[in-house]
Nanobody, 128 residues
Framework: QLQLAESGGGLVQPGGSLRLSCVVS????????IGWIRRAPGKEREGVSC????????HYADSVKGRFTISRDNDKNTVYLQMNSLKPEDTAVYYC?????????????????????WGQGIPVTVSS
């Protein structure tokens, strides 16, 4: 059973930056893709970004491409989401998610049926 612990959210002005961290404990010998899903009030859940088991493959939603960067430090069991040029529409609760995958290059599907573990969620507010 994996456990996820997120940190780094908060309030930031438009154009600012935040870095989210997700520490995952309880890894086994399986492969895991790790990513972030966000949920904003009144909006559908959105898969924001994901990184493969070895960190060789990444995915970004079109809405964050060029502004967000995901990275992974397997020695520290930590995934980071560097968020730059933040916009008010980035305001949401961000959830770290883990999917057990069959290959080291697979990234997240973000579908409810495939996400195996969820973090508790961390709020990000972009406002002046």
């Amino acid at each position: 059973q994996l456990q996820l612990a997120e940190s780094g959210g908060g309030l930031v002005q438009p154009g600012g930056s935040l870095r989210l961290s997700c520490v995952v404990s309880g890894f086994t010998s399986n492969y895991y893709a790790i990513g972030w899903i966000r949920r904003a009030p009144g909006k559908e859940r959105e898969g924001v970004s994901c990184i493969s088991h070895r960190g060789t493959m990444t995915h970004y939603a079109d809405s964050v491409k060029g502004r967000f960067t995901i990275s992974r430090d397997n020695d520290k069991n930590t995934v980071y989401l560097q968020m730059n040029s933040l916009k008010p529409e980035d305001t949401a609760v961000y959830y770290c998610v883990v999917e057990e995958v069959t290959t080291q290059e697979a990234v997240c599907t973000y579908s409810g049926g495939e996400v195996d573990y969820w973090g508790q969620g961390i709020p990000v507010t972009v406002s002046s």
